[in-house]
């Protein structure tokens, strides 16, 4: 059980536990023993950490930088660990964070967003509060990853890492929790950003013998390099050694944080952060006629209305060349531009999976864009996943249902503060009959259960 001390409301709690059961019909292995993400008992109370580890952790114990090169073996202090002011970590600051690349020659993404809510981690019989964020990734347009990650920042300026819950998917259920560790109790803080990085300096941003160990090295300061919105300067390029002593090269940006990560032809890039990026005006007409466009199609799609189909199509793409002449982020209009060339394919072709499925992503596009102006869409990402399951639904995808009730669980977690506590508590509800439905391997009650779900959400 992963042990953590946090005030968040007891419904928030259970939907966190929601997230991590199995998905019975999908054929893996039920998870509903998998450690919860957070709870009220502190088991590191009581317990002390080794400090430093300096032994080297990869596989062959080797391969480390000299100990005298490192800056993370000095005990920090945390007099105010959550206000996290380091530009290139600015954890606490950023709300939503978007990245995009290709992982295994497959599309690859990954949403970061901060969980509300007041948070802490023992270590040595000292309670840090933490700032903590939920990282959800996709791969291939599934579910793949999820972390619960607690961060805090020194006096001296430097953010540590205080541990994560990891949570990997096969099939739509949790079948992998390794990665998961928590200072205190399994060892102790990690750095994951110095103060003022330069170049030479080493640190260790994982460091729990036997479970966890990367080893980063700051390889150049002051680069300028490509963002959102146009040129970034002061961005630091850094080589991270891996267990395994393979390594890979990560940039880091201010106001960004983590902003590439490069390994073996894969790539995770960012491709929007918010409020870091944020247009402070409202939402253009025509961008958000693009998404409920898309939504309008879907539903052409599943009735095979092609007919009506085909004119809206045609309004979409004359919406977008207007819309592409904006300075929006270019992997999020690259990618925008993929989807609708996919679904004007599918339309063509009266091809209702392909065509249904390019309309969600379509539609994904569009409110990473729309994010952009509205700063928060947790709502809208319901509703988005719910579409999305009901498509699974349709092919009779049991293990793609089976992954986006995991996601809506997830979501769950992240809408405190947005909903109201009465509405979140009938959200509970609907989602433990969704759970119930996917878990007997009952596709379109799941679907029609996920559809109302996201429609009383958002009325």
């Known amino acids: ?24 019909a999908a054929g893996a292995a039920r998870s509903d023993t998998a450690p919860s993400a957070t709870s009220g008992t502190d088991a590191a109370v009581g317990t002390t950490v080794e400090w430093p580890v300096t032994r080297c952790g990869t596989y062959s114990g080797t391969g480390c930088a000299p100990t005298e090169r490192r800056v993370d073996t000095v005990r920090p202090t945390f007099s105010n660990p959550t206000r996290i002011t380091n530009p290139l970590f600015p954890i606490a600051g950023l709300d939503s964070v978007v990245l995009l690349g290709t992982v295994d020659g497959k599309p690859f993404r990954s949403e970061t967003t901060l969980i509300p809510g007041e948070h802490s981690v023992t270590v040595d019989g000292v309670a840090i509060p933490v700032a903590v964020s939920q990282y959800t990734a996709y791969l291939d347009g599934r579910l793949d990853e999820v972390a619960i990650d607690r961060y805090a ?18 099939k739509g259920t949790v079948t992998i929790t390794e990665g998961s560790w928590l200072a205190g109790r399994d060892g102790p803080p990690a750095m994951i950003m110095p103060a003022v990085p330069s170049p030479g300096q080493v640190f260790r941003p994982e460091n729990i013998t036997g479970v966890v160990f990367e080893e980063v090295e700051v390889v150049d300061v002051g680069k300028t390099v490509a963002g959102p919105r146009g040129p970034l300067e002061g961005a630091v390029t850094m080589r991270e050694l891996h267990l395994d002593g393979s390594y890979s090269d990560k940039v880091f940006a201010p106001g960004y944080g983590e902003f590439d990560t490069s390994s073996d032809g894969d790539t995770e890039a ?7 990026d944020r247009i402070d005006e409202l939402v253009p007409a025509a961008l958000r006629l693009v998404s409920t466009s898309a939504w309008g199609i879907l539903e052409n799609v599943r009735l095979a209305d092609w007919e009506a189909a085909n004119p809206t199509l045609r309004r979409v793409e004359a919406l977008w060349r207007g819309l592409a002449a904006k300075n929006y982020p270019p992997r999020v209009a690259t990618t925008m531009t993929r989807a609708l060339a996919d679904l004007k394919g599918a339309v063509a072709g009266e091809n209702t999976r392909a065509a249904s499925q390019a309309a969600v992503d379509l539609a994904q596009s569009a409110l990473d864009l729309e994010l952009l102006y509205l700063g928060t869409a947790e709502l809208d990402r319901f509703h988005l996943h719910a579409q999305q399951l009901r498509v699974h639904a349709a092919a009779k995808d049991t293990a793609g249902v089976c992954g986006e009730v995991a996601v809506l669980e997830w979501i769950r977690a992240r809408l405190a ?27 379109a009650s799941a679907a029609d259960q996920a559809a109302r779900a996201a429609a009383e959400l958002r009325g």
């Open 1 to 24: 059980m992963t042990i953590v001390t946090s005030k968040r409301p007891a419904a928030l709690l259970a939907a966190t536990a929601l997230a991590i059961t199995g998905c019975a």
């Open 153 to 170: 920042q020194a006096d001296d300026g430097a953010v540590w890492y205080l541990g994560e819950d990891v949570y990997d998917y096969r």
């Open 270 to 276: 960012l491709a929007l952060a918010m409020p870091t």
């Open 417 to 443: 503060g947005f909903v109201s506590e009465e509405r979140l508590t009938a959200l509970d509800v609907a989602l433990r009959g969704l759970r119930g439905a996917s878990d007997a391997g009952n596709v």
